[in-house]
C-alpha cells in the first residue's frame, strides 16, 4: 500500500542544535510538502518541492531548509533550532497529474526543542 | 491571497444526529478546489471529501456531505448519523486552481467534533 513515512516520529532537540525531519514516500508522486502543525494554527505550509534536486518556499519558511535527493525523499532541515519551532511536522505528497490536489500525509513527526 | 477561516473551535453532539461544521474562504481565483481532511486521536490526517468551484452539485461521500454556497464563499461540513469515531477535528482546505498544479492547500484553524453516546 502506497504510504508516506516520517522519521523520527518524536524527538528532542535543545536549543541552538541541528535537527533533519525525513520523509519517505512509497506513492510515487512528484509533489512533496513539509506542514508544521500548532495547536490553534492548523497547518502551515513550510518548503515543497516538484521534483528531485528542487524546493520551493511555502508560507512560513524561515529557519527551516528543505532537500528532495530523489523523488521518494524530502527532508526539512532546522539547521539552529529554536524555542518557537516546537511543533507537529507532517509531511505530505500528491501527484503531478492529479489536478484535484489531494494530499497524503504521513503520521507526523513531534519535535520538543528545549 | 487566499484564506480560510473555521470560526466554530469545538462542536460537541450526541451519538446519531447531524452536524454542521462552517468554513468560508477567501480567493481571487475563479477556479479552485475545496477539501476537508479529518485529523483522528492518533494524530493521522486523512482526505474525506472535495468540492470543485464550477460544479453546483453538493459533494456527497459516505455519510459526508458539503453545503457549498459559492456567493457566499462558504463550504459547510455536514455529517449525518453520527457515529463516536467521528470524534476529531477537522480541517477545511482550499486549493487555486490557476498555474502551476502545486498541490499547496491552504488550511483552516479546525473544528474538534466530540460525539457523545
Known amino acids: 500500500e502506497a504510504a508516506v513515512t516520517q522519521s523520527p516520529r518524536s524527538k528532542v532537540a535543545v536549543t541552538g542544535g541541528k535537527v533533519t525531519l525525513s520523509c519517505h514516500q512509497t506513492?510515487?508522486?512528484?509533489?512533496m510538502y513539509w506542514y508544521r502543525q500548532d495547536t490553534g494554527h492548523g497547518l502551515r505550509l513550510i518548503h515543497y518541492s516538484y521534483v528531485a534536486d528542487s524546493t520551493e518556499k511555502g508560507d512560513i519558511p524561515d529557519g527551516y531548509k528543505a532537500s528532495r535527493p530523489s523523488q521518494e525523499n524530502f527532508s526539512l532541515i532546522l539547521e539552529l533550532a529554536s524555542l518557537s519551532q516546537t511543533a507537529v511536522y507532517f509531511c505530505a505528497s500528491s501527484d503531478a497529474q492529479c489536478t484535484t490536489g489531494q494530499l497524503y500525509f504521513g503520521e507526523g513527526s513531534k519535535l520538543t526543542v528545549l | 491571497a487566499q484564506k480560510v477561516t473555521q470560526t466554530q473551535t469545538s462542536i460537541s453532539v450526541m451519538e446519531k444526529t447531524t452536524v454542521t461544521m462552517d468554513c468560508v474562504y477567501e480567493t481571487q481565483d475563479s477556479s479552485y478546489f475545496l477539501f476537508w481532511y479529518k485529523q483522528t486521536a492518533s494524530g493521522e490526517i486523512v482526505f474525506l471529501i472535495r468540492q470543485d468551484s464550477y460544479k453546483k452539485e453538493n459533494a456527497t461521500v459516505g455519510h459526508y456531505s458539503l453545503n457549498f454556497q459559492k456567493p457566499k464563499s462558504s463550504i459547510g461540513l455536514i455529517i449525518t448519523a453520527t457515529q463516536i469515531e467521528d470524534s476529531a477535528v477537522y480541517f477545511c482546505?482550499?486549493?487555486?486552481?490557476?498555474?502551476?498544479?502545486?498541490?499547496?492547500?491552504?488550511f483552516g484553524h479546525g473544528t474538534i467534533l466530540r460525539v457523545h453516546p
Open positions: 482546505a482550499m486549493r487555486e486552481g490557476t498555474g502551476a498544479n502545486t498541490g499547496k492547500l491552504t
Open positions: 506513492n510515487n508522486h512528484d509533489y
